[in-house]
């Protein structure tokens, strides 16, 4: 997989580099176990536990830098209804969120953005902000022309296996 122009992030052969037995590998709640592994398999998934593990809480020693342009102000948008039948998964997930350090509570805001509530594929829910209309348009961003997928697909002719990496609740990683 490409990101930007040219820079390799995973490529075909990483399957294979990393010797996983990837037929007994199963995915539980959104991270990696693994049954009747290798003993060099189960070293390389404890060494790299913080890749293959569970996510918890909040990414520590980092500071992220928004850069916003020079007339940014807050907007604040009221909360969309959510669809009854995911009212209540929803509720879990931001229980879970707030417990793990994700997010926090606040009374007062003078910028806030919807909520995004979706069902995943493993009936779980994702949660998400929709903030196309407060932050977004307010950040300087540099940009980074996205690959064509043909340029994808032409990179992976030929191949014979393809493997979906899904981290767990990717978007607040």
Same mark, same amino acid.
């Given at each position: ?7 390799? /992030? ?9 010797? /996983? ?23 390389? /998934? +404890? ?15 980092? +500071? ?24 209540? +998964? ?24 919807? /909520? ?58």
């Amino acid at each position: 997989m490409y990101v930007g122009i040219g820079s390799l /992030l995973f490529g075909r052969d990483l399957p294979r580099k990393i010797r /996983l037995d990837w037929s007994s590998i199963e995915a539980q709640c959104s991270y990696v176990s693994c049954k009747d592994c290798s003993v060099q398999s189960i070293s390389l /998934l +404890k060494e790299f536990s913080d890749v293959f593990g569970k996510p918890v809480g909040i990414i520590k020693n980092f +500071k992220a830098e928004l850069v916003l342009i020079d007339n940014a102000a807050p907007r604040f948008f009221k909360a969309w209804l959510i669809a009854f039948a995911l009212r209540e +998964k929803g509720n879990q997930e931001l229980q879970k969120m707030k417990e793990a350090g994700v997010i926090e509570r606040v009374e007062h805001s003078e910028s806030a953005s919807s /909520l995004v509530v979706v069902l995943k594929s493993d009936r779980r829910v994702g949660i998400t902000g929709d903030f196309k209309r407060t932050v977004n348009p307010q950040l300087c961003v540099t940009q980074f022309p996205l690959a064509l997928a043909k340029d994808l697909f032409e990179s992976v002719l030929g191949g014979i296996a393809f493997y979906k990496l899904d981290g767990s609740d990717d978007f607040h990683q």
